[in-house]
């Protein structure tokens, strides 16, 4: 196609957000003519992101960069980015527990690693968060199986499940659980409890904020009084936390905590940072998890938390619920993550090329 050049790609849903997988062979290695590539692929900045593949929502505006690892033990590599809708900016800060979920069957469609029959495991470092997960895909007959009866809450029907085994996931960025060195501190007379695991998180009291907790995107994302407050605490959370000015970052992200109203452990409401996630993130899940087993947190006096170890906490968002398979050593600041686990789903959508204008 004259005046465009052409870069291949998957377009996979992944868990419960959406947006085109790449080989990291198919774009450039220097890293601002890489983002350029990838915001005129999604239609950025744009707010409707009208002349490219974005879908005007953060969950869709999405981007994996795949490629075979050469470090050992790992099988590929996984670069997380999130593609701005309204401003130029390409942010691989945070990583993304939903998207993740698609990087192991389009490792294998690519034939970047080779498939078992019945079932294969694949080993992921996640270079955002340097950290790895095991990720067990379904493969009879050697061939990626997306259908099955797993449901998960804010996709509609069912699909083959894939079983994400996070490791490594405590102080991703800040290289502690507790970053402020407290389980509580107080940000401009809100009491806040800030954690690092899998995704950095400012978690709140919903009620703090004059809310129940049970607010969906048009209570929360149309009240620009709120956000505006949420906002100026999560920014002096970012210095506190060690991330220093966070207003060009997503992370870290925002948990709006409540108790749980149905059977989960505890009700949350994950902000990206800017806006209401339609469900929950998968690593924000993982955090919010943690933190529901450190006494003393604000996650902790909501929960209700189950018997044993590993169990299953159940986390309520707008949507449904999300679980995670929590194995943890020690108590309190003490506490270490030994793994959590997480069920999603994943589909490809389409393949083929993306144009990008040649200027």
Known sequence: MRDHISVPCLVMRGGTSKGPYFRAEDLPSDIAARDRILMRAMGSPDLRQIDGLGGADTLTSKVAIVSKSKRPGVDVDYLFCQVDIGKPVVDTGPSCGNMLS????????????????????????????????????????????????????????????????FMDIVGVKSGKMLPTGNVVDKIQGVDVSCFDVAMPMILMRARDLGLEGTEGRKEIDGNKELLARIESIRLEAGRLMGFGDVTDS???????????????????????PHALHAAHAVTGACCVATACAVKGSIAHEFARMPEGNPRTVWIEHPTGMVDVRLETTGEGADLQVVRAGILRTCRPIMKGEVFIPEA
């Open 102 to 165: 698609g990087v192991a069957p389009f490792a294998l469609e690519m034939g970047m690693f080779p498939m078992q029959d019945g079932e294969t495991s694949v080993v992921i470092y996640d270079v955002n968060t340097s950290s790895k997960i095991e990720a067990v895909i379904q493969t009879p007959g050697k061939r990626v199986n997306y259908m099955g009866d797993a449901a998960i809450d804010g996709v509609p029907g069912t699909a083959a499940p894939v079983i994400l085994n």
């Open 250 to 272: 997503v992370i870290p992200k925002v948990g709006l905590l409540s108790e749980p109203r149905g059977t989960g452990a505890i009700t949350s409401r994950y902000l990206t």
